[in-house]
């Protein structure tokens, strides 16, 4: 259970669950290690012993809007967003220990308060958060997982999208982004068919173009670099069925 370290909260794991991809890369600099253990312990999210965490707590202003980030790589979606909406609560989630360095020397640099950080499994953070407390959750270029066999290592998969509609309030928004078409047509499958969203697309011009207020990752530009063309999805979350 105890996989991060410090995962208190009473909502099972799956046993299947198993996080695929790397959690380190090159060994730090030793300014980006300094950045690790002096600054993560100030901004990293310590899971609750009981019941869901409400991620307004997580912030001294309690802020009305909290958004979350799975997979923010090195954060440039992430502080250009927390930049540009200093207001908002953002949750960032990335295992890839290096990715979390950079983030935190960009946190640092442009002097935000308005960040935290999961360093792990961004699902385990999801099933702990409480119901409808997110107004926006970004999943920017997931890692493709383009073979066959390896399709079932993907992030977004219809158990994550349960977790996710949970955790989000109604008329939040999703946004999905990737240059792995097939990957895409999974994604927009497991979307399409599920009663909580709807596809924002106003025809599919839309999906070739990020909406002004979507910044830019480096994963991506390396991909249009590479003469990839990106999709970018959004969805809404719809309103829950008030029982009469
Ligand atoms: C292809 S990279 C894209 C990074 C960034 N979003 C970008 O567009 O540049 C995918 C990232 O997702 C992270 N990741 C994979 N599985 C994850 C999980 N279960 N929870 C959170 N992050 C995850 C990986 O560590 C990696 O940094």
Redesign the pocket.
Known sequence: MARNGHHHCDVPLEQARI????RRGRPLRPGRRELIDTLLPRFSIVLPDQGALDPATLFPDSPAETWLE?????G??LVAQAGRYQKTGFLG????IN?VASLLAKIQHEGLANIRIFPD???ILLDCLAEASLGRVFI????PWPKKRHAKRR?VSSRTIDAIARAMKDDAELRLASDDHDYIRWMLERLCRHEAFQWLAQGCSHWWQRTPDWPG????TKALRAGRRCIYLRFRRLPRLTAT
Request: aromatic letters at 18%.
């Open positions: 996080l695929y991809g790397r799975i997979g923010f790589g090195s440039e979606h989630c990335e295992p890839f990715g499994d961004g699902r920017l270029f997931p890692d992030l990752t480096r994963y991506e």
